[in-house]
């Protein structure tokens, strides 16, 4: 009996399923590196405005490719704390009609 037939037609109906899970898979990875990538900036950020100034702060995270839309920079009392809200595109997503995913970066830090 030749099996040949059941073989290719089992492979096209789970190519599907492999691209699905290659793409999951890669938007992970961007989820996470770009988490990785803003959570450094807005630590860094806090070492900048402890040791310069607020005005230095924001110009390390302008520099690192955050808009004024994308960051804040909250002080109270002895407090600083640094939000960045900042959007990935999706690949996976896209087949779902999820464009991109938001990314969203809270660092707390004492004057």
Known sequence: MNHK??????????IPLFV????????????????IKYESIAKESLKVIKSKSLEAGQNYLEKNGLTKDNYEI?????????????????IF???????????????????
């Open 20 to 35: 699905m899970i290659l793409a999951l898979i890669v938007d992970i990875g961007l989820i996470t590196n770009a988490n």
């Open 74 to 90: 909250i002080t109270k009392n002895n407090e600083i704390e640094v939000r960045i809200n900042n959007k990935v595109d999706s």
């Open 93 to 111: 997503g896209t087949i779902i009609n999820i464009k991109e995913y938001e990314i969203n970066i809270v660092e707390k830090g004492e004057v």
């Open 5 to 14: 037939g059941q073989t290719l037609v089992l492979f096209i109906f789970l």
